[in-house]
């Protein structure tokens, strides 16, 4: 049941993600200031809006675990949550390349946007340790979801404080809304934003595919009272 | 059960906080540790910064990574009794409100932290500081950040209390958590503990910073806290 519409979603992605990557190169133009390393603040601003909105989606799933007590719901937050720290280790990368690259340093802390996401990504990093260390899967879903729902009420909460922190000495570099963008960069970033979120759509619809293959295959062996193999995770919840 | 059965939630708050408050009182589990702990760091913190006295940044980050870990030693022991003696259960079964664990743990966490820095900041100020002329408006930055360490404290370690790894899990989720509230209460008493006198440079925003957070992690935690107590 999963893998419906995992094709045309997929294609979709694919034809997404080309049209970004070739507008990016042959169409948007080149920032006056900064010249062709810019054209990264297409892939990171993306990833880094995809991630959050990730990790809030992962929230409201949570929200309905705990209200219906039906475990795909647990499910669903524990993958979007997945996705969403795998995308936040690309955007970090990708923010280091852009600051290395306009800075001269690897890392900056007067970047608040970037250092509210480093600490919202530790958060969630602790996600995983945090399931493994409850064993009663039961439980273990429970206590997840609780941790998704006050983790996607700090996300916002973080922001804010960071960028309260920041003397104001340093101005704001980039412009992360799109107030000050031309059409033609706007469009570009849009059709990317587009991009990256049918991937991470189509990256969560495609792991809740296989947790649920391998879980019917288990179910299946049992019935047939054959070997079972060993859970290859314990910390990913069972889809059925 | 008839609702008219159900012990008020006040009766039952009292009853546990009572409890929590006597047992401490009795074993002296988590507060002379706290205290020992945070005044030995104050000591490697003169040695590791090389300074005998300490002003400005430097001086509230001092302070308020000391604080945070000593809260960090209570949090790690605030469930462990009902844990382990069967509390919860007892909980569970008694006709009461489950938010009432949960403010009276909250409370109980709040008053060791209080009590922890009686005793410790003004040995802070004796230790580092020039006046003491900062620790009038400094109490209220720490009341303010107390309540948020007592609420998100409460809510980790009633999870981190069932695990396998407790002592490991609690800091680990509750630090990245309190980073917010780190920020606001160092924001807000660096100014204070500045050299030449107390200043006040947006220490109203930073109060509400700290105001804001206390609320959404009170809220957070009375909303979520029945499903932790459910088996």
């Known amino acids: ?66 209200r219906s007590g039906e475990r795909r719901w647990d499910a669903w937050s524990y993958v979007s949550i997945h996705m969403s720290v795998i995308f936040g280790v690309a955007v970090l990368i990708t923010g280091s390349i852009w600051a290395k690259a306009s800075w001269g ?58 960028r309260m922190a920041q003397s104001l000495v340093h101005p704001r570099v980039f412009a992360t809304t799109n107030g000050g963008l031309p059409g033609s960069m706007l469009l570009t970033f849009l059709v990317c934003l587009a991009a990256t979120a049918l991937l991470w759509i189509t990256l969560v ?18 019935a047939l009272e054959g070997p079972v193999p060993r859970a290859g995770s314990r910390i990913a919840p069972e889809v059925s | 059960m008839t609702p008219d059965r159900i012990t008020p939630t006040g009766t039952a708050f009292a009853a546990i906080l009572g409890k929590d408050l006597r047992a401490e009182l009795r074993t002296l589990q988590s507060l002379p540790a706290m ?13 590791g910064l090389d300074r005998t006295t300490l002003s400005g940044s430097l001086a509230a980050g001092v302070l308020w990574a000391t604080l945070l870990f000593a809260a960090l030693l209570g949090v790690n022991r605030l469930f462990v ?74 809510l980790i370690s009633s999870m981190a209390v069932h695990s396998r790894a407790r ?12 980073v917010p509230l780190m920020i606001a209460a160092t924001g807000a008493s660096e100014p204070l503990l500045a050299l030449g006198g107390p200043g006040y440079h947006r220490f109203g925003t930073w109060l509400a910073v700290l105001g804001l957070y206390d609320l959404v992690f009170l809220l957070v935690g009375y909303a979520v806290f029945d499903f932790l107590l459910e088996d």
Not at chain 1, 27 to 52: E, M, N, R
Not at chain 1, 205 to 222: C, D, I, P, V
């Open chain 2, 81 to 154: 009794a009902e844990r382990e003696q069967g509390g919860f259960d007892a909980i569970r079964l008694a006709p009461i409100d489950r938010s009432a664990l949960f403010a009276a743990k909250a409370a109980a966490l709040l008053a060791y932290l209080i009590v922890l820095e009686l005793i410790v900041v003004p040995i802070f100020a004796l230790f580092f500081l020039d006046s003491a002329a900062a620790l009038g408006p400094l109490a209220a930055v720490l009341l303010l950040a107390d309540l948020g360490i007592a609420a998100t404290g409460t």
């Open chain 1, 1 to 66: 049941m999963y893998s419906q519409g995992l094709r045309p979603l997929s294609i979709a992605t694919v034809v997404a993600l080309a049209a970004g990557l070739a507008l990016v190169f042959f169409y948007a133009p080149l920032d006056a200031d900064q010249g062709f390393i810019q054209k990264i603040f297409y892939l990171h601003v993306p990833l880094a809006i995809t991630s959050l909105v990730g990790f809030v989606v992962g929230g409201v799933f949570a929200v309905l675990h705990l």
């Open chain 2, 167 to 178: 002592d490991l899990l609690g800091p680990l989720v509750l630090l990245p958590l309190l």
């Open chain 2, 35 to 47: 205290g020992l702990f945070a005044v030995t760091t104050f000591v490697i913190f003169r040695f």
């Open chain 1, 205 to 222: 619809k495609l792991e809740l595919t296989a947790k649920s293959a391998s879980g019917q295959l288990k179910r299946l062996r049992r």
């Open chain 1, 105 to 162: 340093h690897w890392w900056v802390w007067e970047e608040p946007t970037l250092v509210s996401f480093l600490i919202v990504f530790l958060l969630y990093a602790t996600y995983y340790p945090f399931r493994y260390a409850i064993e009663d899967p039961e439980r273990q879903g429970r206590y997840a979801s609780v941790f998704a729902v006050t983790a996607g009420a700090f996300v916002p909460l973080n922001f804010m404080a960071v």
